[in-house]
């Protein structure tokens, strides 16, 4: 499985702690465009996420330059995530990793598989890539940044996962 990152989730998965182990274990791309968002421009804005995922990527994930296809680009999608529909036919078995709502309706709209930053963290308790508390401690941090549903859903999958665990 191959994940393909949006800025979005490239910058939440940063601060949940755990790109680098996300990086390390699977294998992920991201377009040209989110970089330079993410990264190139970060670092000229003075984003204090900038240089730790400069640092998380480096080595660990594809940085796929993009050729826009011909049409009409999406309407209210950035560089970046049109850059990823353009990435999709090359990719097989890909997952798309966004909590942008407006493409995450496109993805769905186009039947385009996706998990977010916190579905990203319930995938990597149930793997044994993070513990659950680790994976519980990611969710926090990750909470003042995320829906209120979606922090809610990957507490109770992964309060669920331990029940599991203890009974077996």
């Keep these: 499985m191959q994940?393909?990152?949006?800025?979005?989730?490239?910058?939440?998965?940063?601060?949940?702690?755990?790109?680098?182990?996300?990086?390390?274990?699977?294998p992920c791309v991201i377009p040209g465009a989110v970089y330079d968002e993410v990264v190139t421009r970060g670092k000229v804005h003075l984003y204090p996420d900038a240089d730790a995922i400069e640092?998380?990527?480096?080595?660990?994930?594809?940085?796929?330059?993009?050729?826009?296809?011909?049409?009409?680009?999406e309407f209210g999608l950035g560089a970046g995530e049109r850059g990823i529909l353009d990435l999709l036919p090359q990719l097989d078995d890909a997952f798309v990793v966004s909590d942008d709502?407006?493409?995450?309706?496109?993805?769905?709209?186009?039947?385009?598989?996706?998990?977010?930053?916190?579905?990203?963290?319930v995938v990597l308790a149930r793997q044994g890539v993070l513990t659950e508390a680790e994976a519980r401690a990611a969710l926090e941090r990750l909470r003042p940044a995320i829906r209120t549903k979606a922090y809610w859903d990957a507490r109770q999958d992964l309060e669920s996962r331990g029940e599991g665990h203890e009974e077996e």
């Design 101 to 121: 709502r407006r493409f995450l309706t496109v993805l769905s709209m186009r039947g385009i598989a996706f998990l977010t930053p916190a579905d990203m963290l």
């Design 3 to 26: 994940l393909l990152l949006d800025a979005d989730g490239l910058i939440k998965l940063n601060r949940a702690g755990v790109l680098i182990q996300l990086a390390e274990t699977h």
């Design 55 to 73: 640092a998380a990527v480096a080595g660990r994930v594809a940085v796929m330059p993009v050729q826009h296809g011909p049409g009409e680009p």
